[in-house]
């Protein structure tokens, strides 16, 4: 009678991790889009357009005309780790950019077949690469280029086949992206944001660059929103409680929904935080008569070092210093605010 004995330990094969990481970063293709979307953004771009087929898991193509990639990194490009926005830990502390882990671009050629095309400033032509698990597969080859970049990636989670079975029966992946660059678009107004299905000519969100919050949001979500929109602002300055600005738009008393739309960019990255949209929530659902939801665009700035962006592998949840008394303070703002336009709403309806 031997002993059983315990199931023995072994190193996992290299391949294996970069995989199973990578489907950590990329959960479904609208979090390829959003790191693709960011990335350009990173490199100074005014113009984003994104294509779509078959809800991402055929093509996703994000064509920017920012600063291009040098042409003697693109051997490193999409390995893990490599990145031209961080060098130490401590610079975490004061990053502006979005990206900061090197970590996307690798993880999508994991996942996905991943083509680059770029050009820099003053080149005559650009380059186009091919990259497979980390590494180049195709290419440099010349070719020709507008300026900037183009990152396309083919049949997503062709690797995964149980990702791409469910990802297959949910066919909300499309309008996850357009949602995605509606909200990046509105935040961004400097910048003209496209997304259209492949094949398509007509976009499903087009802006255009240069005109206010207010105009955006109208292009993007319609005017009959963009009708009951007011302005908000708080601040704080007390660094024994919290230290932070914020501007918005948030729904009058007219406004009638079923959903939240919550859109929140703090220090400029799109995150979420759960307990400032209930908090905001509330405030509606205790003054409004009717049970309407609200729309809330947000923009909160903090002081980098009060923001810790690296608590999340898709970076979407952000954890905020002193967030309770933050959201204190923006409640009671959006409280009155919204307290006086639901009085202004029954003054007028009695003349
Ligand atoms: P990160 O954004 O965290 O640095 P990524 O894997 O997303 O990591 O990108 C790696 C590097 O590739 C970036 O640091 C940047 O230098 C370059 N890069 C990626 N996308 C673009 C782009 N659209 N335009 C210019 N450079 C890019
Ligand atoms: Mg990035």
Known sequence: NVP???????????S??????AGEVIQRPVSAVKELVE???????????VVVKDGGLKLIQVSDNGHGIRYEDLPILCERHTTSKLSTFED??????????????????????????????????????????GAMENG??????????????????YNMTARRKTLQNSNDDYSKIVDLISRFSIHHVKVSFSCRKHGSNRPDVHTVGT????????????????????????SDDNPSRSVFKMEGLISNANYVAKKTIMVLFVNDRLVECTALKRAIEVVYAAT??????????MSIVLPQQHVDVNIHPTKREVSLLNQESLIDIIQSEVESKLRSSNTTRTFQTQI
């Open 39 to 49: 990335n350009s953004l990173d490199a100074g771009s005014t113009s984003i357009n």
């Open 211 to 234: 005109s206010s919050k207010l105009d955006a949001i109208r292009s993007v979500y319609g005017v009959s929103v963009s009708h009951d929109l007011m302005e908000v602002a708080a």
């Open 288 to 297: 409004l008569p009717k049970a309407s939801k609200p729309f809330i665009y």
């Open 16 to 21: 294996v991790v970069n995989r199973i990481a």
């Open 92 to 133: 975490l502390q004061t990053i502006k950019s979005m990206g900061f882990r090197g970590e996307a671009l690798a993880s999508m050629t994991y996942v996905g077949h991943v083509t680059v095309t770029t050009i820099t400033e003053g080149q005559l032509h650009g380059y186009r690469v091919s990259y497979r698990d």
């Open 140 to 157: 440099p080859v010349a070719c020709a280029a507008v300026k900037g970049t183009q990152i396309m990636i083919e049949n997503l989670f």
């Open 4 to 14: 059983k004995q315990p199931p023995k330990i072994i190193r996992l094969d290299e």
